[in-house]
């Protein structure tokens, strides 16, 4: 079940999300995040056994960080998802790379925690993490190499909205988009 589940977020939900950014649904991190629960909602959690809760208390009491989105299934800790949205209308191609280390460490120590939660005699394989971090950059230096995956506990699940073609065409639509709930404000 494990290599399913991680099938599922690494492909299924990946790829809802990175379209829901490439088709103008996502403009700040809570639109991903609210984005994350649909797909999980409609497509995992209709099966018996499985839930999801939001904001668990922090792993670590040092630190108000939490996972958006942490899935049971049969009060099991399965996985842990951390969503992060670095774009805005006005700062394109920028990669905070500290911040989202802080992130995977933070999803790290939450994953070893939520495991140490498992009930002895628990079948089925460790929890995982995931990392999904929507940006805009022409870097490429932070990607992971994939063949270590199945040594991992965390993964990371990158949205670079420039590779989405064409690329200043749907740029320029987010940021309209983006900026209009604030034309409204100023009115």
């Known amino acids: 079940m494990a290599e399913d589940l991680h099938q599922f977020v690494t492909t ?6 990175k379209h829901d950014v490439q088709d103008l649904r996502v403009f700040n991190r809570s639109d991903l995040v609210h984005a994350a629960y649909f797909h999980a909602r409609r497509l995992l959690l209709i099966q018996p056994g499985w839930t ?7 792993s670590d ?14 009060g ?9 949205l670095h774009i805005s ?7 905070p790379a500290e911040q989202m280390n802080q992130r995977m460490s933070m999803l790290r120590q939450t994953v070893i925690n939520l ?5 002895a005699g628990t079948s ?14 022409d870097d490429t230096w932070f990607y992971p190499d994939q063949a270590i995956w199945e040594k991992q506990s965390c993964f990371w699940l990158p949205v ?4 989405f073609t064409p690329y200043d065409e749907w740029l320029d639509h987010w940021q309209k988009l983006a900026r209009f709930p604030a034309a409204i404000r100023s009115n």
């Open 115 to 119: 495991e140490a939660t498992r009930p």
């Open 76 to 84: 099991v800790f399965q996985l842990a998802l951390q969503l992060e």
């Open 12 to 17: 299924t939900l990946y790829a809802a999300l």
């Open 52 to 58: 999801c809760r939001a904001q668990v208390a922090p």
């Open 61 to 74: 009491p040092h630190t108000e960080l939490a996972p958006d989105l942490v899935i049971f299934r049969h």
């Open 89 to 95: 209308p006005d700062r394109p191609d920028s990669f």
């Open 160 to 163: 670079n909205c420039r590779e």
């Open 124 to 137: 089925g394989s460790a929890g995982r993490g995931y990392l999904v971090g929507v940006f805009d950059t």
